[in-house]
Structures are given as structure tokens and as C-alpha cells.
């Protein structure tokens, strides 16, 4: 019988990713390019980043060595899948494309075939 396990929340892989680079919320959101309240939302499961903050995001956790080196791929593909999944709820960003295939900013960032994209659980922050 095989069991798979359920995917880790979205926030928790937020607060070990930036854990593992040091930065602070504010640092985190400075490079990003966003409020510091917006990453605070994200860490606490009330919003989600669009997919143009989540590439951003991830490029920033690369850059800083928030994912592991030999997992980086993984660990991203995880944290966007986490986000897309999360932010489901949201009316409209589930019939909004935003396929981050279309947006390669880099080979590790998005998962191929994603037809969604995250943002804010019932209301939409993109």
C-alpha cells in the first residue's frame, strides 16, 4: 500500500526558506519588492503572492540560499505548488492564466502545466 504525505502549508516553507537565509521580513520584502506586511500575510496564511511575487520571491531565496543546494528545484517547484494549491479558494484567481510556464525567468522557478496562480484566499491580491 502505498501513502503519500500531504504537502507542507505554504507559510511553513516561507518561515524555513527565509529562516535559512537570515533575513528579517522587512530585508525579505525589500528584495522582493513588496511591503513588509505583504510578506508577513504570506508567512501567516491570510494572502498569497501572485505568481509575478512568487518568482520573485523564489529568485530572492535562491540569491539569498534559502534552498538548499542540489534541492533548489524541488524545494521551489515545492513552494509554488504549495502557494497554487493554498490559494485555490480564491474565486478569481483560479480562472485568472497566469501560467507561470509562460513566465521563465528561470528554469527552476515554475512548474510546467500550472493553469492558475496564487494570490490573496478570497480575495485576490494580483
Known sequence: MV???PAEAFRHL???Y????GLTQRQLAERVGV???SVQEWEIGA???SAERLQGLIRVLLEAGGLRPGHEAAEA???WAAALDEARGCTRCSTRPGSPSSMQASAVLPAPGTDRRPGRRGSCTA
Open 18 to 21: 527565509r529562516g535559512r537565509t
Open 35 to 37: 511591503h513588509r506586511r
Open 47 to 49: 494572502s498569497y503572492p
Open 3 to 5: 501513502t503519500s504525505q
Open 14 to 16: 516561507l518561515l524555513r
Open 77 to 79: 517547484h515545492g513552494l
